[in-house]
Structure formats: C-alpha cells, structure tokens
C-alpha cells in the first residue's frame, strides 16, 4: 500500500509527463513556450533529485541533518538537473516543429498554417501546433486541456470545456460561452479565440453545444418563454451544466461569467434574468436582451427593427434585479441579422442604479479606423467605485460576427476591436458579494 508521499510523489510525475507531452507540441518560438518551461521547472524542483548520484524520484537513506544544509543542497541539487532538462526539452521540442512543417503541404508551400479540416464535433488535441494567420498573429493557440466533456449528471448536454495550463492558487474563474446559429462549441472556440485569452487570465472557460434536436440551426431557443422551474428548458439545462463544472472544477462562484454570440449572446441574457445569484456578468455579441420576444415572430420582428421600451412597472422584480448585473455589449452598426438598436436597449438597462449611479459618471470616445482595422465608438457607464458597471462597443461597418476574432473561422470579423479580450477585462473587474445558495 502506498503512503501520503508515495501518492503524492507518483501524482506529481504524472503532473510532469503531461506537461512533458504538451511542451513537446509547442512551437519553441512562441512566449508561451517560455512559461511553461518555467512551470515544469518549479514542478521538477518539488522533486528533488537525491544527491548520491541515484535516479531523480528515489528516497535516499534518512540520516539527520540541519534545516539549512538539507535546504541549501535541495537548492543546489535540483537546478544543474533542470538545466539539463532545459536544453533537452528545447531541442525535442524543436526537433518536432521541425517535423511538424515539414509534414505540412501547406506551409512547406510558403502558405498560411490553419486547421482548416477542424469540425464542431471533434474535440481539439491538447497543447495542439500554433497555427499563424497571415498578418503573424497566434491564432487558435492551445497551451491547457480543451476537449470534450464528460456526461454531468442532470445536464443532459453536449459541451467542451478548456481548462488552462497556468491556473493561479485556489478557485479559479469560470466563463460560459454561448455559440450563436450553425455553430458548434469547437468552431465558437476557434473563432473566438477565447481559449488563448483564458490561458493568459487563469480563466477555464466552459461551451454547452445546442443540440439540432432541441433546433434544426442549433439555435437557443431564447424567444421561447422562460420559466426557471421548466426543467428541460435550455436555461435551466446550462444553468445545472454550470454549475456542475463549477463543482469538478473548483470554480470560484464569485467570479462565474457568462457571454454569448448571436442566439447565445440573447440566450446569455436570458440565464442572467433567470439566474442573477450564479453569474457576475454578462457580456452579449450581437445579441438581444431579455424577455423581449416571447415566440418565433416577435423573435423576428426584434431581430428586423429592434426592440420596444418597456415601462419599468411592466417588468418583474426577478428582471428589475437582473437589469443591474454589469453587462458588456458589442455590435455592428452594418449588422443586417440583428438590429443594432438592441445594443442600445441591453447598455441602458444594464448601467448603475441608486447612490451607485448618483455618484459615477459616463464616458464616450470614438476611435477613428486604421489601416486594416475598424473604427468603434465605446460608450461606458461607471459606479461610484470607478469600474465600468456597462459598456458599449459599436464597431463600424461591421456586420453579423465575433469582431477580432480568428477571420479564417466563420462568423467573425479579424479587423474589429478583440471582443474577446475586452470582454474578459471586463469580467474580471467584478464578482458576486456572496456565494451561491
């Protein structure tokens, strides 16, 4: 039977074989590839090689000594081996890039590396090659575990999920993320490229996947009408999907998000009206607010022309309350899917309230576009704390997609503001004041 630290010594090799395998699949030339030597290093050095000579993992005989010596010998012990592992992990990882390019038609050919063959239902390799748009950036960069999950009991639906490499100390964040029509949880990862913005926040990001039984399009069903004790609605099956991750996942329930695009951006909208003590804060692309549309053509209607104003007292308190979650909101002014004016109707309903509001204060600034890039005009909202409480990114010209996003995936605009990175900025600003119930 093994012991505490047996047990221990054997998860903690486990720990430097994955990251061993995910290093060796990662470009040498990418800064990421510094971080994570950097992460296996302090990983190697909990494992302090014996200083007899015999092989790294293996306990020597006990035999007393001082705190100090035995301190300064571990020291000294371990980092001459990490130096060598160092130089022997940079020339195997070169070594596979090498092999990885030469592998390629396309970029032996000069052209654009991209998976281009991925489909939605196809969960992504861990620590996959980093593939480069035209204009160098990283695009669909892969440094922790993303695939798909397993079954959750009582949530009944397909998601994938993307759990960072460099997570901090304790619970970490958790950002739900909402796919729009025609679009699956991989291809919104991808195109997004939100799971490269989490890997640098700490952030595990989680992508329920609509099913085309419950719509033909995989749309959210958003319009339908919403009842929190409908158990099989698609609200209350993302809300219990949450929630078990947040369990698996040592999540921290102060600081849960949720975003959308589209359908997902109005479904998201729809889970903070109903479930305003388990997210933080929302941020909707493209998307409608609440409680707008009640069936399939007032769905279309809002859709073509935007929504009606509704008088506070036709509102419930459960939507009078939700209106005050900090909420994010971006949208083309050329969008021709969804009507731009339903940006206007989520940043009015979502700004300060009260003293709050008495005592913050509102800014807007238009950034003119530049060369390959999109001008937008950010409007803000702030509360007597001085965090933005809600903010408006209208992006000129722009149409129906994700802006700054991944321009060889669908429904996504390359040449916009990154969306992504604004949205979790944003995110990470607030937090519940209590916990769940």
Known sequence: MQTSPQIEQTRRRRVIRRLLDELASCDPDDDAYERKLELLGRRIARRVPPMDGSAPGHATAARPRAAGRRSHQAAAGWQPFWRRQRARLARLGGAMMNLIRAASPVHAAGGPRHPSHLRPDVPVADGAACPTAPDGRRVGRLIGRFGAGQAAEGADCHYMLYEPAFRTAGPAPLLVMLHGCNQGAAE?????????VAEDSGVVVLYPEQSMGAHALRCWNWYALQDVSNSAGDAALIARLTRRVMQDQDIDPARVYIAGMSAGG????????????????????????????????????????????????????????????????????????????????????????????????????????????????????????????????????????????????????????????????????????????
Request: hydrophobic share 40%.
């Open 188 to 196: 919104f990862a991808a195109g997004t490229r939100m799971n490269e």
């Open 266 to 437: 109005a479904m998201a909208a729809v889970l903070a009206r109903d479930y305003p003590g388990l997210f933080a804060a929302l941020g909707v692309h493209s998307g409608i607010a609440a409680g707008r549309a009640h069936d399939a053509l007032s769905a279309m209607r809002i859709m073509a022309s935007g929504p009606d104003k509704l008088p506070q007292d036709l509102l419930s308190p459960t939507e009078q309350g939700a209106l005050r979650l900090p909420c994010i909101v971006f949208h083309g002014d050329a969008d021709t899917t969804v009507h731009p004016s339903n940006a206007d109707a989520l940043y009015a309903a979502s700004g300060p309230a009260g003293d709050d509001a008495a005592s913050g204060h509102a800014s807007s600034e238009a950034t003119p576009p530049g060369e390959g890039q999109r001008g937008y005009t950010r409007s803000a909202m702030f509360g007597a704390s001085g965090v933005s409480r809600s903010e408006r990114w209208i992006i000129h010209g722009a149409g129906h997609a994700w802006t700054g996003g991944d321009g060889m995936q669908p429904h996504t605009d390359a040449s916009g503001p990154d969306a992504s990175r604004q949205m979790m900025r944003f995110f990470l600003q607030h937090h519940l004041n209590s916990k769940i119930s």
